[in-house]
T-cell receptor
Framework: DGGITQSPKYLFRKEGQNVTLSCEQN?????MYWYRQDPGQGLRLIYY???????QKGDIAEGYSVSREKKESFPLTVTSAQKNPTAFYLCASSRQVFGTEAFFGQGTRLTVV | AQKITQTQPGMFVQEKEAVTLDCTYDTSDPSYGLFWYKQPSSGEMIFLIYQGSYDQQNATEGRYSLNFQKARKSANLVISASQLGDSAMYFCAILTGTASKLTFGTGTRLQVTL
């Protein structure tokens, strides 16, 4: 089945550590996105990529980094520079055809302990 | 810059009644698309409906319809015959031709009651 997979579902991190969230899609989508969601809040865009080896900062990119070496994969690294990383992280992908919806993964809940 | 505003943090509706969730947007790009997503407590994002800026008719998908008023820059979601399973967070989002990034509003929490 085609879809978008995020792993792990739950992640615990000690303060000062970097951690990488995985996002893989087999939908042959060009565009991929990372969002952060805090409890009871909306989705805020961290980074997005429209093509392999290219990505742009979203609204809250500080303390995060990404790579897009393969079309299928768009991992997000939460660095120690991110002051408040505890949140729900959602990855999405879409075709570059205007008007098509984005498909989302199941999310990763990151907790700093 | 593009922006979505959802002014209703929470809404209540009785089962079988219709409800309208408000969404206004701001963009200077003449080409854009508007999306509505549902997020149940499980956290997954479920696509509901899409409206393009050049679409002449309001979009409909089953019990969901989009009341698109271009001059007012509003794209309200109408859910007819509400069901208990409709209780969730609802997000409006915009994608413009130039920015190519999907921007979400803050969401509306809908609670369907008996």
């Amino acid at each position: 089945d085609g879809g978008i997979t995020q792993s792990p579902k739950y992640l615990f991190r000690k303060e000062g550590q970097n951690v990488t969230l995985s996002c893989e899609q087999n939908l042959n989508h060009d565009a991929m996105y990372w969002y952060r969601q805090d409890p009871g809040q909306g989705l805020r865009l961290i980074y997005y990529s429209q093509i392999v080896n290219d990505f742009q900062k979203g609204d809250i990119a500080e303390g995060y980094s990404v790579s897009r070496e393969k079309k299928e994969s768009f991992p997000l690294t939460v660095t120690s520079a991110q002051k408040n990383p505890t949140a729900f992280y959602l990855c999405a992908s879409s075709r570059q055809v205007f008007g098509t919806e984005a498909f989302f993964g199941q999310g990763t809940r990151l907790t700093v302990v | 810059a593009q922006k979505i505003t959802q002014t209703q943090p929470g809404m209540f509706v009785q089962e079988k009644e219709a409800v309208t969730l408000d969404c206004t947007y701001d963009t200077s790009d003449p080409s854009y698309g508007l999306f509505w997503y549902k997020q149940p407590s499980s956290g997954e994002m479920i696509f509901l409906i899409y409206q393009g800026s050049y679409d002449q008719q309001n979009a409909t998908e089953g019990r969901y319809s989009l009341n698109f008023q271009k001059a007012r820059k509003s794209a309200n979601l109408v859910i007819s015959a509400s069901q208990l399973g409709d209780s969730a967070m609802y997000f409006c989002a915009i994608l413009t031709g130039t920015a190519s990034k999907l921007t979400f509003g803050t969401g509306t929490r809908l609670q369907v009651t008996l």
